[in-house]
């Protein structure tokens, strides 16, 4: 899949920049380098680096399959809420997608494995790689392969050095572009964002690691997809095609800011990825309908709702989710574009809601109800 160029070693000072700018915010300020995350002295993730962290790969051909169909009885407890298909069995399909969602296994754990990283540096890796999508003007969904190839590819390894986090999530960022966008970033476009901290060979030599720690599987259901696929079946009529787009443009930007805020805290990763997008979804149509399209019960929807429900508060507070215009982008996809916002200080609000729900202040002696 790489795309090797005959200049590793050329440092991208002088790379192209992002391929498209907003029309709206076309004096936007130069995405800087995720300094919070590098080490204290710049060293090369690279043989012969001092103390190198070690990365485990693992021999072709063992892993699941892309599309193997999950065949355990919990996919069968869960009938499709998919319309009747023209071009293919809507419970093939359906089956499909949920043996996707339990092959490509997530967990918070991997944090275990890393004494060194702590869940705050994910949240600003990804965010970062949130800002560096919308620079690019790349899709939803390719923001949302890098975060689940992230999040995978940290279960597989031991003791990563945090100074290695921007390299393994602008890598899979690269990754992602290449399975998502028509038109994917150059390699030395990903380097020039990093502002030189990292070499086009060392993104190529992490790519060749993190395929191989993923055995090549690449193709998950993500949250995104899951949230789209639910927002369609939930706004479509009974004469209405699956394929064609039927919701407004604007609800699933909104809709698509809370998840984006959700993902970006280590605990939603307690969660499958249906079950996230049932839950965001809940919040703004309803419980019942979040049911009917997701197949999903009340009880496993309703525990992350809860979790979601401060999520939800800080959007309100600070959310701006509005629908925007792109250079090169037809207005019927602009919703599918990733944007960014400043996420890190609804986190901030979110951790700040969480321990004073942790700790709640006793009411005064004259509030409290007297029994007799």
């Not at 790519?207 to 706004?235: D, G, R």
């Not at 996230?276 to 979040?290: C, E, P, Q, R």
């Not at 574009?337 to 709640?360: A, C, G, P, W």
Request: glycine residues 4%; charged residues 20%.
């Amino acid at each position: 899949m790489s795309r090797r160029s005959g200049r590793l070693l050329k440092r991208t000072e002088n790379a192209p920049g992002p391929k498209g700018k907003v029309t709206k915010q076309s004096n936007r300020k130069k995405i800087q380098p995720l300094s919070k995350l590098q080490c204290e002295q710049n060293q090369l993730i690279l043989e012969g680096a001092a103390k190198p962290c070690v990365l485990e790969t693992f021999e072709k051909g063992v892993g699941v399959d892309c599309d193997a169909v999950l065949t355990s009885p919990s996919s069968l407890i869960r009938p499709s809420p998919l319309p009747h298909l023209g071009w293919g069995s809507p419970e093939d399909v359906w089956l499909k997608m949920v043996g996707r969602e339990q092959n490509y296994r997530h967990s918070k754990s991997f944090m275990q494995k890393h004494p060194t990283i702590q869940p705050r540096m994910r949240s600003i890796l990804l965010d970062w790689l949130i800002e560096v999508s919308e620079a690019y003007t790349l899709h939803r969904q390719t923001f949302y392969l890098a975060q689940d190839y992230f999040d995978r590819f940290m279960l597989t390894q031991n003791n990563i050095e945090k100074g290695m986090l921007q390299l393994i999530g602008i890598t899979c960022l690269f990754i992602a572009a290449k399975m998502e966008e028509a038109s994917p970033p150059k390699l030395s476009q990903m380097a020039y964002m990093t502002a030189g901290t990292y070499y086009e060979e060392e993104i190529i030599q992490m790519e060749i690691i993190i395929l191989k720690a993923l055995h090549w599987n690449l193709c998950p259901e993500t949250a995104v997809s899951w949230l789209k696929l639910y927002f369609q079946m939930a706004s479509m009529n009974s004469d209405s095609d699956l394929l064609q787009p039927q919701f407004p443009q604007e609800a699933y930007v909104k809709m698509a800011l809370l998840l984006d805020l959700c993902i970006l805290n280590i605990n939603s990763l307690d969660f499958e990825y249906c079950v996230l997008a049932a839950s965001v979804l809940s919040h703004f149509i309803g419980l019942k309908t979040a049911e009917k399209v997701s197949g999903l019960s009340k009880d496993i929807i309703q525990l992350c709702v809860n979790w979601m429900a401060p999520f939800v508060e800080s959007v309100g507070l600070f959310g701006r989710a509005t629908l925007r215009d792109f250079v090169g982008i037809k207005k019927e996809d602009r919703h599918n574009i990733q944007t960014h916002t400043d996420y890190l200080t609804m986190l901030e609000d979110v951790s700040q809601k969480e321990v004073n729900r942790q700790f709640l202040t006793p009411p005064n002696s004259t509030e409290k109800t007297c029994t007799r």
